[in-house]
């Protein structure tokens, strides 16, 4: 009996490794990398590509989405260099702004990306843009027995974190920008789609303690050795 009681804890984990979680609410089916999400406090420049940051393009095209412009990655290994202009420098999480597109036949986006001219770490030469998918029509045989319906992407924005393609680490990879102009490569290897923003965001400082507990004196609490 002590031997199941240890193996049934163990399947368990196992099926929640190997299948993936499906909204009751919305029935979509997302496949990522664990990330921590960066409070959205700590964003330091947001830059939507257009004619006046775009320095070049190969493969791609300007266009808009939903009003606003937007940059059309249309072909594989097509690639554009953004201008972006961060007041202070330091390291950078990356968070990208897209639509998938999905009559490219992949099931994600396979990006590049170049800083100034070269990749910063090997992780940057293959990152994934996961995609969110929805079970399609339910179909039947001619007996009318149901049958597995095929998975769609969803063509919508999506928001997602450049992180280690590996997963050896959870947290966002940090790109080091310099104060002023940076250049900033973006090549789509295969999994068309379509940029609309590039948001560069500060790691989260810890506070001091010193700080923390004259901050507390100050509201009344006290020691709990007093």
């Known amino acids: 009996m002590k031997k199941i009681s240890v193996i049934v804890p ?11 979680i499906v909204s009751a609410d919305t029935q979509a089916v997302s496949y990522h990398n664990s990330v921590q999400v960066v409070n959205t406090e700590n964003e330091a420049l947001s830059v939507v590509p257009d004619s006046s940051n775009i320095s070049a393009l190969n493969g791609c095209r300007l266009s808009e989405y939903g009003g606003n412009p937007a940059l059309a990655f249309e072909e594989e290994e097509s690639s554009a260099d953004i201008l972006i202009n961060p007041d202070v420098s ?13 009559d490219s036949n992949y099931n ?3 990006i590049g ?5 070269s990749y910063p770490f090997d992780e940057a030469k293959e990152l994934e843009l996961s995609w ?9 045989d001619p007996r009318g027995n149901e049958m597995l319906s095929s998975l769609r992407a969803v063509e919508e924005e999506t928001s997602v974190y450049l992180t280690d393609p590996t997963g050896r680490q959870n947290n966002p990879l940090l790109f080091d920008f310099k104060a002023g102009e940076n250049k900033v490569t973006v090549l ?3 999994g068309n ?7 560069l965001e500060s790691r989260s400082t810890t506070a001091d303690y ?16 007093e």
């Open 113 to 117: 990306l170049q800083l100034n001219g």
């Open 193 to 199: 789609m379509t940029l609309l923003g590039l948001c």
């Open 210 to 225: 010193a700080l923390v507990k004259e901050e507390y004196k100050e509201r009344g609490y006290q020691d709990t050795k």
């Open 10 to 20: 163990i399947l368990a984990l196992l099926a929640g490794i190997l299948f993936p």
């Open 188 to 190: 789509c290897h295969t």
């Open 132 to 140: 969110r998918w929805l079970p399609g029509e339910i179909t039947t």
């Open 108 to 110: 994600y986006s396979s």
């Open 90 to 102: 330091g390291a950078y999480y990356i968070r990208m702004l897209f639509v998938p597109n999905a």
